[in-house]
């Protein structure tokens, strides 16, 4: 451990001598703000040679590489930071998160590694400050899935809900409402969600949540409530940067789709929604834009268009290969056919 941290301390002193005193870090900041991250990695790669910049900078990188879904790169620059500022509470959630997603994709070999670094990097992030949301969330969410043997504990989850309510009420009660419905106890969720919708109803993840959770029992009617108001909140001033608000408010139109694609109601609201969400390129994950292809096929089938169902399929397909989605365009390749 001594060993560790003399390296560490080496290599943040000589990575200051060997850097430039200066440097404005603006340019790539708003490019990473209006989501463009591949602008502000490329502005970002001139302020990583400036010393009171690299820290941020390396960060800055990392974050945009894991929004690109480029876990492995991400953590090369998150390490690189880490190296220069360890006691950074954003910095640790980062690396929990980009640790936590290759861990999702790892081999049965390999993943064990990347989720105890995960468990260490949010741990150490809640320490730094108890109040981080996003790191409260992931170590809870880690909690709640991963087996015992690497740290896993449904206790702990609770546990860790009730910690961030003495720092920040709201989101403790949704992350305990997460945790209800981690435990199987929906009934108890949903409560709480009205429950804090009723004290607070404008706000934007409490309404998303509870939407997600109605979605995905098929509650498609409650579902549409939250998402509609969601849809309004669209380039208001809580949405404005790039964030869990943002994301909430602009996927809101992609949900509404797939609520038309299940429930098999109203196409053509549900193509006006997708058709919207895919104009307005705000992605959460790279998923999301497949999957909203796909559901156009599958509401222009209903309208019995096969032409724009293949063309969007074939779309689907060409953006990616998600091992779900695999299956779901077979199938509607087999529908396409018999219609």
Same mark, same amino acid.
């Given at each position: ?6 390296? +560490? ?20 900041? =708003? ?12 502005? #970002? ?9 690299? #820290?941020?900078? !390396? ?7 894991? %929004?690109?879904?480029? =876990? ?13 500022? *360890? ?15 290759? $861990? ?17 990097? #949010?741990?150490? *992030? /809640? ?5 981080? /949301? +996003?790191? !409260? ?14 740290g896993g504990s449904k206790e702990k989850a609770a546990l860790q809900a009730k910690e961030l309510q003495k720092h920040n009420l709201i ?8 945790? #209800? ?10 409560? %709480? ?5 009723? *004290?607070?109803?404008?706000?934007? =993840?409490?309404?998303?949540?509870? $939407? @997600?959770?109605?979605?995905? !029992? ?5 579902? @549409?409530?939250?998402?509609?108001? %969601? ?6 001033e809580k949405t404005k940067n790039t964030g869990p608000e943002r994301y909430a408010a602009y996927t809101a139109n992609y949900y509404l789709?797939?609520?038309?694609? &299940? ?22 994950? &790279? ?13 222009? @089938?209903? &309208? ?19 091992? !779900?989605?695999?299956?779901? @365009?077979? =199938? ?8």
């Amino acid at each position: 451990m001594r060993h560790t941290l003399l390296r +560490g301390t080496i290599l943040a002193a000589v990575l200051s001598l060997s850097l430039p005193a200066a440097a404005d870090i603006t340019a790539g900041n =708003q490019a990473f703000e209006k989501g463009d991250y591949k602008a502000a990695i490329e502005f #970002f790669a001139e302020d990583l040679k400036a010393s009171d910049t690299a #820290f941020e900078a !390396n960060l800055r990188t990392g974050e945009a590489y894991r %929004l690109l879904a480029e =876990q492995k790169k991400a953590l090369e620059y998150l390490e690189a930071a880490e190296a220069i500022n *360890a006691d950074d509470a954003q910095l640790q959630y980062l690396i929990g998160a980009a640790n936590g997603e290759l $861990a999702g994709q790892a081999s049965i070999f390999s993943a064990p590694g990347y989720a105890k670094a995960c468990r260490k990097a #949010f741990e150490h *992030a /809640v320490k730094l400050d108890p109040a981080h /949301v +996003g790191a !409260n969330r992931g170590l809870i969410t880690y909690y709640l899935s991963a087996p015992s043997f690497l740290g896993g504990s449904k206790e702990k989850a609770a546990l860790q809900a009730k910690e961030l309510q003495k720092h920040n009420l709201i989101e403790g009660q949704l992350l305990e409402a997460s945790v #209800f419905m981690g435990t199987k106890q929906p009934e108890a969720a949903m409560k %709480l969600y009205d429950d804090i919708i009723v *004290a607070a109803p404008d706000h934007i =993840q409490a309404r998303y949540t509870r $939407a @997600l959770s109605t979605y995905g !029992n098929k509650q498609y009617a409650r579902a @549409l409530e939250d998402f509609e108001y %969601l849809k309004t909140q669209r380039g208001s001033e809580k949405t404005k940067n790039t964030g869990p608000e943002r994301y909430a408010a602009y996927t809101a139109n992609y949900y509404l789709g797939a609520v038309a694609s &299940k429930s098999k109601m109203d196409p053509d609201t549900g193509i006006r929604n997708l058709e919207e969400y895919l104009n307005d390129g705000v992605f959460d994950n &790279k998923f999301r834009e497949a999957y909203a292809n796909y559901y156009m096929a599958t509401l222009y @089938l209903m &309208k019995g268009d096969k032409k724009a169902a293949t063309e969007h399929m074939i779309t689907a397909k060409k953006l990616s290969s998600e091992k !779900n989605l695999k299956k779901l @365009l077979k =199938q509607l390749k087999k529908d396409i056919k018999r219609a």
